[in-house]
Structure formats: structure tokens, C-alpha cells
């Protein structure tokens, strides 16, 4: 089917005048009637008759024509949908959250990234930042959210939002007596409660290396979330750092919250994607998320 035809018929049904039609197509009027007659060679059947003030339909060209408005209706519409998909405002967006961050800024973005395009059909899961690279990596999300520093060259990864890191102790412990910020040498041989390492090195290494910049902390032992660590907490098994956002999520009884002396030690959140593969999509979403930072490389956290 010659759509150019079709699209020249369907005003010519509209006029019912060659003249008028091939002024509005901005075409020359014999061109117009070549085409017309080719398109009734096509399909075998004559579409007009030609009269002293113009023409007139044939009862099958009525019927073609009314195909022929549905079909450019139907081509419309596809480009228009083509366009939406190139813009990114329509199709799809795989994006995952780090579960030590929810609630807070992600959740924000993602829900005024839903309410500003509505036709992008947004599929969001929840892992930790190890697992969303390898995710990333495998062509399995197009954006996730991470904790920096990330070590992946493949990747890059803009800082979205900074936050403090608190210390969680039993309320029972000495530590938790007191207002003022905790100096370090307070914390340094107290058995430590934290998440396993392979779920984020970069985050690991970061907390680690603010909180305890002497030596190594005393791991005692290691639990998968931050809800599971506040509670070995709240058990008596050591002290925890947690970020403050998850801190307020989490109110364990028996888990007391302090800050920590200057220089103040915090955990950042990114927004992790793959340049060489970024959908539009992705690029309306890094084009709305807060800019602190970037870069092209960042290892994983939690």
C-alpha cells in the first residue's frame, strides 16, 4: 500500500475537486490526477468520476476513502508514539532502588518521575548496590540506585544526595549516655554489628575508613539489612553505624541513636547507569535527579 496515495486520495475525498486538492497537498494538478489513476490501477477499481466542477466518489471509492482516513489516522498515530519513545516520554524504565536508602530521595525522584510521564511503563525492584551493578551490567535495568564509591569503569554514577551516619548502640551501653557527639577513640575496641562487605565495598571501605581511620573495626558479627542489624543491636551484639534516613525508619526499642564527633562521617547515595546503553528515558531521569557530584566510575555499597 502507497501511503503517499492513500494520503492524496483521502483529500481528494475531502474536496472533490483536483484543483483544490493538489493546492492544499502542494502539488501540481496533473501530478495529483497521475496518482490517483495509478492507485485505481492498483487496486483495480475506479475511486472517482470526474465532473464539470470537479468529481464525485464512486460508492467503492467511499469506502477506500474512509480506509484510507483510518489508515493515515492509524501512521499518525504510530509517529506520534515513535516520537514519545525517541523523547523518552513513553515506553519503558527498569530502575532498582538500594534498600539502605528507601524512603528518602530515590522514592521522591522515581514518584515525580511517574507523575511528569506517565506513559513510561516504570518496573522498580529493590536490591543492594553489588547486586544493581551486576544488574546494570547484564542489561538487566537501564538505572539504579547505588552507594558510591563505585569501581566499575563500565558505569557512571552521579551523587544525588549526602546524609550523616549515626551510631546505633544498646540503650543499656555507657555510649548511649550522654548528648554530645561521640570523638572517636570513644567506639574504637567496641564489638561492631554490620552488613557483609561484598554488598557494597565502596560503602564498606567508606564507613569503615570515617568511623574507625586507626584500624580495622571488630566485626562480630554480620547481618543482611539495616533492620536486621538494629536488632542485634538492640540484642546486645555491638554497635552499628546506620545511615540517619534509615535510623528514622527503624525505631528499634532498645537502640539509642549518637552522632559522631567532626569531621561529621556520611554515606552518599548515586544514580547509576550505563552511558553506552542510556534510553531516552534514563536521560529524562538523570535530567530531573539532583546533581552533587559525578563521575564515570564509582565500588559498590549497599
Not at 5 to 15: G, I, S, T
Not at 159 to 176: K, N, T, Y
Request: charged share 25%; proline share 8%.
Amino acid at each position: 500500500m502507497d501511503l503517499r496515495r492513500m494520503r492524496y486520495f483521502a483529500v481528494l475525498a475531502e474536496e472533490l475537486n483536483f484543483t483544490r486538492a493538489a493546492h492544499r497537498l502542494r502539488v501540481a494538478q496533473p501530478a495529483l490526477s497521475q496518482q490517483i489513476k495509478a492507485l485505481e490501477r492498483q487496486l483495480g477499481v475506479q475511486l472517482v468520476e470526474r465532473t464539470s466542477r470537479g468529481c464525485t466518489l464512486t460508492p467503492i471509492g467511499g469506502a477506500v476513502a474512509e480506509e484510507a482516513r483510518q489508515l493515515l489516522h492509524q501512521v499518525a498515530e504510530a509517529d506520534r508514539r515513535i516520537a514519545a519513545v525517541a523523547r523518552g516520554q513513553q515506553g519503558s524504565l527498569r530502575v532498582a532502588y538500594t534498600r539502605s536508602a528507601r524512603g528518602g530521595v530515590s522514592d521522591t525522584l522515581m514518584g515525580e518521575f511517574r507523575s511528569r510521564y506517565p506513559r513510561v511503563d516504570v518496573a522498580l525492584q529493590t536490591g543492594w548496590t553489588a547486586l544493581n551493578v551486576d544488574e546494570l551490567l547484564a542489561g538487566r535495568l537501564d538505572a539504579a540506585f547505588v552507594r558510591p564509591p563505585l569501581d566499575v569503569p563500565e558505569l557512571a554514577c552521579r551523587v544525588i544526595a549526602e546524609e550523616e551516619l549515626l551510631l546505633a548502640v544498646p540503650s543499656g551501653h555507657p555510649l548511649a549516655r550522654g548528648r554530645g557527639r561521640l570523638d572517636r577513640g570513644a567506639i574504637r575496641d567496641e564489638p561492631v554489628v554490620l552488613w557483609p562487605r561484598d554488598n557494597g565495598p565502596g560503602m564498606h571501605a567508606s564507613i569503615t575508613g570515617q568511623l574507625w581511620p586507626d584500624r580495622p573495626p571488630r566485626i562480630v558479627r554480620e547481618e543482611p539489612d539495616d533492620e536486621q542489624l538494629l536488632l542485634a543491636v538492640a540484642a546486645g551484639h555491638g554497635i552499628a553505624p546506620i545511615p540517619a534516613g534509615r535510623a528514622r525508619v527503624f525505631r528499634i526499642p532498645g537502640v539509642s541513636l549518637r552522632r559522631l564527633a567532626r569531621p561529621v562521617p556520611t554515606v552518599s547515595l548515586g544514580l547509576a547507569h550505563n552511558p553506552r546503553t542510556a534510553s531516552p528515558a534514563v536521560q529524562l531521569l538523570l535530567a530531573m535527579a539532583p546533581r552533587l557530584g559525578a563521575t564515570e566510575a564509582s565500588p559498590p555499597g549497599s
